[in-house]
Nanobody
Framework: QVQLVESGGGLVQAGGSLRLSCAAS????????MGWYRQAPGKQRELVAA???????NYADSVKGRFTISRDNAKNTVYLQMNSLKPEDTNVYYC??????????????WGQGTQVTVSS
């Protein structure tokens, strides 16, 4: 059993900051890439940022220079620092992780989502 638990969402004014966290727990042998996605109602889920096990990062053009993804491998946790937030960043944010379990099963796990609302 593997779980991803997100935290850190909330309501913030435009120009403000939030830090999202996503902790993985359970029968984890190793974690490969981790990432953050977001999804607005009626729209497809889109990549926000991703980070490999070697800490190579990738960002959506819309968040480059404002968001920073990082990970703490000792804590099986990925973070998303969001600065200079804009109303269009309002979304439900989901983390995911490519995890190999102790049974050597490889699967992409998702968190439950956390709401980020940016007021103008």
């Amino acid at each position: 059993q593997v779980q991803l638990v997100e935290s850190g969402g909330g309501l913030v004014q435009a120009g403000g900051s939030l830090r999202l966290s996503c902790a993985a727990s359970g029968t984890i042998f190793s974690i490969n890439a981790m990432g953050w996605y977001r999804q607005a109602p009626g729209k497809q889920r889109e990549l926000v940022a991703a980070i490999t096990s070697g800490s190579t990062t990738n960002y959506a053009d819309s968040v480059k220079g404002r968001f920073t993804i990082s990970r703490d491998n000792a804590k099986n946790t990925v973070y998303l620092q969001m600065n200079s937030l804009k109303p269009e960043d309002t979304n439900v944010y989901y983390c995911n992780a490519d995890i190999t379990t102790f049974g050597f099963h490889k699967f992409l796990y998702w968190g439950q989502g956390t709401q980020v609302t940016v007021s103008s």
